[in-house]
């Protein structure tokens, strides 16, 4: 099994910037492709970010692109989200994935969660 603690959420005012952690523990958790996603009371959970294993692809919602930058090192078993010029919609908890079932094209198919970052923008 795949173990996943998000950290790095906190209060930032919009247009601040924010960089998440996921710290992975298990077995072979570099072969896993790490996404993340956000999700406020009452909504659904909505994709952010996801990077392949090797962390030679990446793909962002188009909401995040040319802002959000996701990465890891595989090392260190940590996946990052960076997060530039943040908006207030953008308050949610965020929560670090992961799947080891290919192709990855529906949030159904990610193995493991974390329990989830707070994330406010304040306005």
């Known amino acids: 099994q795949v173990q996943l603690v998000e950290s790095g959420g906190r209060l930032v005012q919009a247009g601040g910037s924010l960089r998440l952690f996921c710290a992975a523990s298990?077995?072979?958790?570099?072969?896993?492709?790490m996404g993340w996603f956000r999700q406020t009371p009452g909504k659904e959970r909505e994709f952010v970010a996801v990077i392949s294993w090797s962390a030679g692809r990446t793909y962002y919602a188009d909401s995040a692109k040319g802002r959000f930058t996701i990465s890891r090192d595989n090392a260190k078993d940590t996946v990052y989200l960076q997060m530039n010029s943040l908006k207030p919609e953008e308050t949610a908890v965020y929560y670090c994935?992961?799947?080891?079932?290919?192709?990855?094209?529906?949030?159904?198919?990610?193995?493991?969660w974390g329990q989830g970052t707070q994330v406010t923008v304040s306005s």
């Open positions: 994935a992961a799947t080891n079932r290919y192709p990855v094209v529906t949030i159904s198919q990610y193995n493991y």
């Open positions: 298990g077995r072979t958790v570099s072969s896993y492709v």
